[in-house]
């Protein structure tokens, strides 16, 4: 470990257990394995994710609103798979890459989205970002049940890694911090 700082006469100063012992790395405490946000794999077909380790958080069928502004009022069927914090969306439960997928990084709210509801989409919600510079997603399910348990699915997921970053604590937080005297009665 470093030495002291040296001393002054009649002069308190203060040191975090950082500066004293820059070794031990106590900004974040982190369990074995390294809690990020995942990135979506771009080349994976649909039956190799279903079956990856760890499992998926929930798959099947949903309408998908169209993304760009010629395919707004589209909403095709897409094979939607929920997998370690990222949604896939394939054409079918048997394509060999998807159509596109997203981190759910930043998406705090899934929400009902009773603006969409139409006679063809009767059961749509959304998933909305914390930053409005971000797609606000729309989906629909074929049931209210099924919108539901979508829901819930996605929450769940989305909970699951906002408690893995808070689980990365700054020790210092805990640690109080050290007062050297710097005089020679001590």
Same mark, same amino acid.
């Given at each position: 470990?470093?030495?002291?700082?040296?001393?002054?006469?009649?002069?308190?100063?203060?040191?975090?257990?950082?500066? !004293?012992?820059? %070794?031990?790395?106590?900004? #974040? +405490?982190?369990?074995?394995?390294?809690?990020?946000?995942?990135? /979506?794999? *771009?080349?994976?077909?649909?039956?190799?994710?279903?079956?990856?380790?760890?499992?998926?958080?929930?798959?099947?069928?949903?309408?998908?609103?169209?993304?760009?502004?010629?395919?707004?009022?589209?909403?095709?069927?897409?094979?939607?798979?929920?997998?370690?914090?990222?949604?896939?969306?394939?054409?079918?439960?048997?394509?060999?890459?998807?159509?596109?997928?997203?981190? !759910?990084?930043? %998406?705090?709210?899934?929400? #009902? +989205?009773?603006?969409?509801?139409?006679?063809?989409?009767?059961? /749509?919600? *959304?998933?909305?970002?914390?930053?409005?510079?971000?797609?606000?997603?729309?989906?629909?399910?074929?049931?209210?049940?099924?919108?539901?348990?979508?829901?819930?699915?996605?929450?769940?997921?989305?909970?699951?890694?906002?408690?893995?970053?808070?689980?990365?604590?700054?020790?210092?937080?805990?640690?109080?911090?050290?007062?050297?005297?710097?005089?020679?009665?001590?």
């Amino acid at each position: 470990y470093p030495s002291l700082p040296p001393r002054s006469s009649g002069q308190q100063k203060w040191f975090s257990h950082s500066q !004293l012992y820059p %070794y031990d790395n106590p900004v #974040r +405490a982190m369990t074995s394995e390294e809690m990020s946000w995942p990135v /979506p794999m *771009k080349a994976i077909g649909a039956q190799n994710l279903m079956t990856m380790p760890g499992g998926v958080t929930k798959s099947g069928y949903l309408h998908k609103k169209g993304g760009t502004q010629f395919q707004l009022l589209k909403w095709p069927l897409r094979f939607v798979i929920v997998h370690k914090g990222c949604i896939y969306y394939f054409k079918t439960s048997t394509s060999a890459s998807p159509q596109g997928a997203f981190s !759910l990084k930043g %998406y705090n709210r899934v929400l #009902r +989205a009773a603006e969409e509801t139409t006679s063809n989409n009767v059961f /749509p919600f *959304k998933l909305i970002h914390i930053s409005k510079k971000h797609r606000t997603w729309f989906f629909s399910a074929a049931s209210e049940d099924e919108r539901k348990d979508w829901m819930a699915s996605l929450r769940v997921e989305i909970d699951r890694f906002h408690e893995k970053k808070e689980t990365i604590t700054d020790i210092r937080l805990y640690l109080p911090m050290f007062v050297i005297h710097s005089c020679d009665l001590c």
